[in-house]
């Protein structure tokens, strides 16, 4: 048998050392196992493996799709809505449509009463008929007044006719007469031109002749003395004769020039003469147009009373076209007593019943149009890469398990907050920077034939392929 470990024994057989107390057990301490702290780090260890794995898994695929893909709630179905408002002033006598029903373009909507627009009508088309009773009598009026014109009109008439015929022939006399007188004058101050010429050679041969002549003396005085030879005074005596030979000859040209200026000169008087005779015939012509359109002012009432006439007709075709006016503007306020569907779409928004009274431009009820649209306010930070023609996805709030395929057709040239009724003014006070939204127009894109039900204000989620 072992002996019963004595007070002073370790326990391991080695004796401990006096006074000095024994270490207490950790493990006894705290009651975990030795390697309990070295499992706990562990377990912190693989946790946080795993969750940065998935974070990793989970943010990678969203930070890819964050920069391929923008989108916003802000977002809203819309549609082009036609408001129906009457373009005359009656009672309703029928209201042929319900709220919410579909019609088409075309469909009757509502009647109007048309008794008072019908009268009216009657009475312009009685006016009217009046009116062409008188203008019909007016022409006939017209046409008598032509037809009772006076021989005496027409012989007045002709004789003017005459007398401006003799007034322009005579005109034409006198033209061509002064031309002849012109020319006349032209003759004249030629042969005048050619006189001075011919008077002019004359000085010159006369110089000449004396010339000659007293070289021919000269020389013939120094023959006797010996100084000059006898074929020398010939040569002097042949250009002496020679000088008088033209001298005489221009004396006859001068002649013949005097007798040409007398002849112009009797020519030209003959033209002045003729000219006087022509203008006294002018005057005379005129004298009898005078008299004639003289006459013709004392028998001409005709047309005075034709223009009367004509005007009486004129006015007549006036007032027929005012009340052909009057009468279209009627019939066309009496078709407006039928108010008809201009588009295709939605009733909605009916306020009339049958028996109201309603007034031009006052909104009866609307139509919405089928075709619609998405009208998304995105950030002003997600459309930079954003463009014309970038595909997208809808989700409608309404059928949060569908989505519709569309594309962007067109960016807001301008922020919301631009357009609105109080734009804001950053020019005083402090400035705080807030990310604005620009409205991006996004068409739905190949809608299936029993698309359900959309309208106009529902809210969407659009998403926009960017990348």
């Known amino acids: 048998m072992n002996k019963p470990d004595t007070p002073g024994d370790t326990g391991r057989g080695t004796p401990a050392a006096a006074g000095t107390p024994e270490e207490p057990d950790a493990s006894a301490s705290t009651g975990l196992p030795e390697n309990a702290g070295g499992r706990r780090r562990n377990i912190f260890l693989i946790g946080g493996s795993i969750l940065l794995l998935l974070g990793l898994a989970i943010g990678i695929p969203w930070y890819l799709h964050a920069r391929r893909y923008v989108s916003t709630d802000d977002a809203f179905v819309r549609a082009h809505v036609t408001y129906i408002s009457p373009q005359v002033a009656a009672q309703v006598r029928k ?76 005109q034409a006399a006198l033209a061509q007469i002064k031309s002849d007188r012109a020319v006349a004058q032209a003759q004249v101050a030629a042969a005048a031109a050619n006189l001075a010429g011919a008077k002019a050679n004359v000085l010159a041969a006369r110089a000449d002749d004396v010339k000659t002549a007293a070289d021919y003396h000269r020389y013939a005085s120094l023959l006797k003395t010996g100084d000059v030879t006898p074929s020398q005074v010939d040569t002097y005596r042949a250009a002496a004769i020679s000088a008088q030979a033209r001298l005489a000859a221009a004396h006859k040209i001068v002649l013949a020039k005097n007798a040409e200026v007398a002849a112009a000169q009797a020519g030209l008087n003959a033209a002045r003469q003729a000219v006087f005779a022509a203008q006294a015939r002018l005057q005379q012509t005129r004298a009898g147009l005078g008299a004639a359109q003289a006459k013709l002012a004392a028998v001409n009432v005709v047309p005075e009373q034709v223009g009367q006439k004509k005007s009486g007709v004129s006015g007549r075709t006036a007032k027929i076209a005012e009340l052909k006016a009057e009468l279209a503007q009627a019939a066309l306020n009496l078709s407006y007593c039928n108010i008809y569907a201009p588009v295709s779409g939605y009733v909605t928004r009916k306020s009339v019943e049958p028996g109201n009274f309603v007034t031009v ?67 005083t006070g402090n400035y705080v920077q807030v990310v604005q939204r620009v409205p991006v127009k996004i068409l739905f894109k190949d809608l299936p034939k029993n698309m359900p039900y959309l309208a106009a204000g529902m809210s969407a989620v659009p998403v926009v392929k960017v990348r």
Do not use: C
């Not at 312009?124 to 009773?133: H, P």
């Not at 002709?158 to 022939?169: D, E």
């Not at 040239?413 to 357009?419: L, M, V």
């Open 95 to 170: 209201v042929l449509v319900l709220d919410n029903q579909f019609v088409k373009k075309g469909t009757l909507l509502l009647t109007l009463d048309r008794r008072g627009y019908q009268a009216t009508v009657d009475k312009i088309q009685a006016l009217l008929a009046a009116a062409r009773a008188a203008h019909q009598g007016s022409r006939y009026a017209l046409a008598m007044t032509r037809r009772t014109s006076t021989a005496a009109l027409d012989e007045a008439r002709a004789r003017v006719a005459i007398s401006q015929t003799a007034i322009a022939s005579a």
């Open 361 to 427: 431009g006052q909104i009866l009820m609307s139509i919405v149009r089928p075709n619609m649209w998405v009208s998304a306010n995105f950030k002003e930070t997600d459309l930079t890469y954003m463009k014309p023609g970038d595909p997208a996805w809808i989700t409608v709030d309404a059928y949060p398990a569908l989505t519709y395929k569309g594309y962007v057709q067109s960016i807001q040239a301008g922020t919301g907050a631009e357009f609105s009724l109080l734009p804001p003014e950053n020019a």
